[in-house]
């Protein structure tokens, strides 16, 4: 595998549900990303991690919460979404230690159906 | 305000024309960077070229050129020799901030078509 992988591609869940994203990177970077992007609105930063610590929470509701175990996986465990969580979910890793920031790799992302 | 303002949400070219796709940053801070990426109808965002606000030069990527006027806080791209294959959603994004992964703003994109 190279760059970075996010399975699955497609997921169909109710709302009662639990069920989790997962993010690797095959890249050797040190942060990675949650990106959501809805129909019709810009791209929205979930989650920044740097050296498996979060740096970033950009007021995300707890339904949402991840998980960074080491440098290569990121995960985004979901539970109790609503409708409106529908979108297609990106992961995202760099290579980052002071400015200038390296560029974003993205995964094909995670295309998110809420019933 | 927003950081990332793109004015064009659709754009057309005629196959082997030059194109321009326009975007504007707010930022405070002195250090940030500016990229380009593409997302085809598949949906993976691909990096195109990026822009160091120290960098005196416009960068160059190919085909891309980045028009990077720091007064007016444009960073505008540029395509030349258009291919069908360059019909996509065009993002630009401005990283900045203290922390070692910066904070990542992305404008709302332009639809490129690209006519034979």
């Known amino acids: 595998e190279t760059g970075v992988t996010q399975t699955p591609r497609h997921l169909v869940m109710g709302m009662t549900n639990k069920k989790s994203l997962k993010c690797e990177q095959h890249l050797g970077h040190n942060a990675m990303y949650w990106y959501k992007q809805s129909a019709k609105k810009p791209l929205e930063l979930m989650f920044v991690y740097s050296l498996e610590e979060r740096v970033e929470n950009n007021s995300v509701p707890s339904r949402f919460s991840p998980e960074c175990p080491n440098s290569s996986h990121l995960f985004l465990h979901l539970h109790t979404l609503q409708p409106e969580d529908s979108a297609l979910y990106l992961c995202a890793s760099s290579q980052d230690r002071q400015r200038p920031f390296g560029e974003q790799f993205f995964g094909p992302g995670t295309r998110l159906t809420v019933l | 305000a927003q950081k990332i303002t793109q004015t064009q949400p659709g754009m057309f070219v005629q196959e082997k024309e030059a194109v321009t796709l326009d975007c504007t940053y707010d930022?405070?801070?002195?250090?940030?960077?500016l990229f380009w990426y593409k997302q085809p109808s598949s949906g993976e965002m691909i990096f195109l070229i990026y822009q160091g606000s120290y960098d005196e030069q416009n960068a160059t990527e190919g085909r891309y050129s980045l028009n990077f006027q720091k007064a007016r806080k444009s960073a505008n791209l540029v395509i030349s020799a258009s291919q069908l294959g360059d019909s996509a959603m065009y993002f630009c994004?401005?990283?900045?901030?203290?922390?070692?992964?910066?904070?990542?703003?992305f404008g709302d994109g332009t639809t490129l078509t690209v006519k034979p």
């Open positions: 930022t405070s801070d002195q250090s940030y960077g």
């Open positions: 994004a401005m990283r900045e901030g203290n922390t070692n992964a910066g904070k990542s703003t």
